[in-house]
């Protein structure tokens, strides 16, 4: 049986089956009562993997958060600390993987209300260790200057966060793009994204799109291609990494 037959008998993506495959995300019993009857594995080999599932002990560290991140969030974060690189570009508010303590606290406040705030804030600020893990995540990104001019949490908020922007844009694993709005109309006005890449050539590049109730992960490669296309439209487009650095200490000082 193809992986591609696989997946669609179990209503999941090509890579998700994969990564499950590979040993490099979990997988909850249900669904490996589902791939045992596809796979016609019935009796004591199939309560032994069943048991298996139950107990095992590779659990992702989202999973400790999973009473204030939705499922579908939990996948991506999976993703992400697995990604050897990651394209993204925002044009409201500052990437998860740059905001601080002060920022996060604030945008959760804004759109989630105060419901498991500090614990939405730990799982945020966790997310960070992978740009500063043995091996970590190249990130690059492109803010819309929209982002640096409105305030969050206030004028001391903002300035920190700007100031760690620039200071953390000095990483030889982080590029910081700020594309201003002097540059007009772009290719991703319609939508901020995430591409993922990871270090396994066999595992295939994912765009991950999300709003405030559902995330969609893109696998086909032309949706991949494109939205790679997008982004290094983006970076041409957008200020250079010094100027762009410079820019955000521009920011930050106003705000001071």
């Known amino acids: 049986?193809?992986?591609?037959?696989?997946?669609?008998?179990?209503?999941?993506?090509?890579s998700n089956l994969s990564r499950i495959e590979n040993a490099q995300i979990g997988i909850k019993p249900r669904d490996v009562r589902a791939a045992l009857a596809l796979y016609a594995v019935t009796g004591a080999d199939a309560e032994a993997l069943i048991e298996i599932a139950r107990g095992a002990q590779q659990r992702g560290?989202?999973?400790?958060?999973?009473?204030v991140l939705p499922e579908?969030?939990?996948f991506y974060v999976g993703l992400e600390a697995e990604a050897a690189t990651l394209r993204t570009y925002?044009?409201?508010s500052v990437p998860g993987l740059l905001q601080t303590e002060a920022y996060a606290r604030e945008i959760y406040r804004?759109?989630?209300?105060?419901?498991?705030?500090?614990?939405?804030?730990?799982?945020?600020?966790?997310?960070?260790?992978?740009?500063?893990r043995e091996s970590p995540v190249q990130l690059s990104v492109v803010l819309n200057e929209a982002v640096l001019l409105r305030p969050v949490g206030g004028a001391a908020v903002m300035a920190e966060q700007l100031t760690h922007m620039a200071?953390?844009?000095?990483?030889?694993?982080?590029t910081i793009y700020v594309l201003p709005f002097m540059a007009g109309a772009h290719p991703a006005m319609s939508t901020p994204y995430v591409i993922l890449q990871f270090a396994d050539a066999a595992d295939a590049s994912v765009v991950y799109l999300d709003n405030l109730t559902m995330g969609l992960a893109l696998e086909d490669a032309a949706h991949v291609r494109g939205y790679s296309l997008v982004h290094e439209e983006l970076c041409r487009m957008a200020l250079d990494p010094a100027d762009s650095v410079a820019r955000l200490e521009a920011a930050s000082r106003n705000f001071a």
């Open 1 to 14: 049986m193809t992986l591609d037959v696989a997946a669609r008998q179990l209503d999941m993506s090509k």
């Open 61 to 67: 560290w989202w999973q400790n958060y999973s009473d």
């Open 72 to 74: 579908w969030f939990e």
């Open 90 to 92: 925002e044009a409201e």
């Open 110 to 132: 804004r759109t989630a209300g105060e419901e498991g705030l500090e614990r939405k804030v730990a799982a945020r600020l966790r997310r960070q260790e992978v740009l500063r």
């Open 167 to 174: 200071r953390i844009a000095q990483s030889p694993n982080v």
